[in-house]
């Protein structure tokens, strides 16, 4: 049999792997949508449902199977009824996109402005020794977290951070919430470290600081109330009274976007080139 490459790379295979590449994409999506809530749970059950259910038929146990099946059955309605705020968040950043008319800010826009806003709430906090406890979500969720907190979802503004931790206040005692540069929550309580590293003359706000660095990639931003230092947390990692400088270089690298670089000429050419060839071939 004589192996000829042209046909294995023809448009239809092409098609095709760029078709499973999508799957592949929305599926990753989809995981990171859950990922870090209670839903990642429900997957698992769900998944060992299937499981059950592939045994059972493996081993012609007729009445479970037919059990499983009904489950099954099913489980779309449930599927919809458990993730909806799940889907209602995925569906609320699929319309504030531009190609449905909403915000045109790029992300680095974005980003550098909840920066400016957060340097604007520390800034005044540190210089006052108000006490300050600030988490922005990466890509793990903190669905878990943002249930225990009193909603906000505002925009990110300076002033209303030092609002918010003005002590003897309703919401100043807990964690405020950034997800999506939006801040999501108030009042929201962290799991506090027992990591014996952390110096003893720290309170409860960095205690919680690093105790969500250990269970999530979130960047956590505390001001002491009795220093009026500024530390923040990531992986498990601590950098404690950090200057001015150095904590906005520390968010600039961290939550910019970096810009990207332009492609080489000979990249463009060989995009070119499979279009054209693609084109050729229909």
């Known amino acids: 049999m004589k192996f000829n490459i042209e046909q294995i790379f023809t448009w239809q295979n092409l098609m095709n792997i760029i078709d499973i590449l999508i799957v ?15 839903a990642v749970q429900l997957v698992k059950g769900i998944s060992l449902i299937i499981i059950v259910r592939i045994i059972a038929g493996l081993l012609h146990l007729h009445t479970l199977t037919y059990f499983v099946d009904q489950i099954l059955s099913w489980s779309v309605i449930g599927i919809i009824v458990i993730f909806q705020p799940e889907i209602r968040r995925g569906l609320e950043h699929l319309g504030r996109s531009p190609i449905f008319g909403g915000t045109t ?25 108000i006490g300050a406890l600030i988490t ?8 878990d977290y943002i249930e225990t907190g009193i909603p906000i979802d505002a925009d990110i503004t300076g002033e209303l951070l030092i609002n918010i931790f003005i002590p003897n206040t309703p919401l100043h005692d807990g964690a405020v919430i950034i997800r999506n540069n939006r ?5 929201a309580y962290l799991p506090l470290s ?15 600081a690093v105790g969500i660095s250990e269970v999530t990639d979130a960047i956590t931003i505390v001001v002491s109330e009795e220093t009026g230092g500024v530390t923040i ?14 904590y906005l270089k520390y968010l600039n690298a961290q939550l910019v976007p970096k810009e990207e670089e332009e492609k080489p000429k000979w990249y463009q050419r060989i995009v070119n080139h499979v279009w054209n060839w693609g084109s050729n071939k229909k």
Do not use: C
């Open 105 to 129: 800010m790029t992300e680095k826009q974005a980003a550098e402005k909840m920066i400016g806003e957060l340097d604007k709430a520390i800034q005044y906090m540190s210089k006052r020794r």
């Open 24 to 38: 592949w994409y929305i599926i990753y999506r989809l995981i990171m949508l859950v990922r870090g809530t209670k």
């Open 136 to 143: 922005i979500q990466q890509n793990t969720g903190l669905e």
């Open 183 to 187: 801040i999501a929550v108030a009042a």
């Open 194 to 208: 027992d990591n014996s590293m952390i110096p003893k003359k720290l309170g409860t706000r960095h205690r919680a």
């Open 233 to 246: 947390t990531r992986n498990s990692q601590f950098m404690l009274d950090l200057t001015r400088e150095e």
